[in-house]
């Protein structure tokens, strides 16, 4: 019989990184709040969370991150404005960002890694099951990958990360997982992990993207975690832990994710994932599309 746990209502999102890949830009701008088409890119992942039921949001911050609580704060000047000119639509858009989530906010301070990040989170979450959802990783609304891992947790306890499968060579730049299958097809129990390991040295090519459900065991293993890659104190090394020894936490298992996601953290990916998003738009798509077709076959 499926053990009944409580329903997980927290998400975690570190937002303290500097962006620096994306300078200038980001010399004044939060990454996270780079456009992707006509919203940041920190509202996807917050409307993923709310749709996956977690309505309980806490953001990780730092230095330069106060447009981010801006964001999801209420302007009522701008909604004022707005009301007086009868833009019922534009108002509905700025609405909708502070009607998302409960929105919280810690600082992490000193940048030691997403592991301390996520260990900034343990007086808010206390001892029940989270999420974490990092913000360079958009997964479309259309496929659902954070509401199954919830429910998988739910049915199996301990924590689940996502999967997907990358290209051999390119499995040095992730984070890795050796897995072994379970009785359904998606879903395996992962054995081992290791950090942006070399391609030759890999367990497998699955690589761990930015979605995880989290067991509360993680906050003491990760106390207990020493700096790995990077100097850093890795989420990875403290998941690696959990799945070597299933009595700390209960097991760790892994989704394998095949549908669309899309990578805001390296610039080239960024302007796919904006093309990509705005061909399917109703509003935009059409004429889009059109002007796409004719720039390509004008330049090839």
């Not at 992490?108 to 099951?129: M, N, S, T």
Request: hydrophobic residues 40%.
């Amino acid at each position: 019989m499926t053990q009944s746990r409580p329903r997980i209502s927290k998400a975690v999102i570190p937002a303290a990184g500097l962006g620096t890949r994306f300078l200038p830009a980001t010399k004044a701008t939060p990454k996270e709040m780079l456009p992707v088409v006509d919203k940041p890119a920190i509202q996807y992942v917050v409307e993923e969370a709310a749709h996956a039921g977690l309505s309980d949001v806490l953001m990780i911050t730092g230095r330069n991150k106060r447009p981010l609580e801006d964001h999801f704060d209420r302007n009522y000047e701008l909604e004022e404005a707005l009301r007086r000119k009868g833009d019922d639509s534009r108002l509905a858009k700025v609405q909708e960002s502070s009607d998302l989530a409960t929105m919280h906010y810690v600082r992490q301070g000193d940048p030691r890694g997403l592991g301390h990040a996520v260990l900034c989170a343990a007086p808010h979450v206390g001892d029940e099951p989270f999420a974490v959802l990092l913000g360079d990783d958009l997964i479309d609304s259309r496929d659902p990958l954070l509401s199954r891992m919830v429910d998988i947790q739910r049915r199996n306890g301990g924590s689940v990360i996502a999967l997907m499968e990358v290209d051999h060579a390119q499995i040095g730049l992730y984070g890795c997982a050796a897995v072994k299958p379970t009785e359904t097809e998606d879903i395996v129990q992962v054995t081992g992990l290791v950090e942006k390991p070399d391609p030759d040295e890999a367990p497998s090519n699955y690589a761990v993207i930015g979605r995880y459900v989290l067991d509360p065991a993680i906050f003491d293993v990760l106390r207990e975690t020493e700096p790995g890659r990077g100097g850093e104190i890795q989420l990875t090394d403290a998941l690696q832990a959990l799945a070597a020894e299933p009595g700390l936490g209960g097991p760790v298992h892994g989704v394998v994710f095949k549908g669309r996601r899309y990578d805001t953290g390296d610039r080239g990916d960024y302007l796919r994932a904006i093309v990509r998003l705005a061909c399917e738009r109703e509003d935009l798509g059409p004429d889009f599309r059109a002007w796409l077709r004719s720039y390509v076959t004008e330049e090839m």
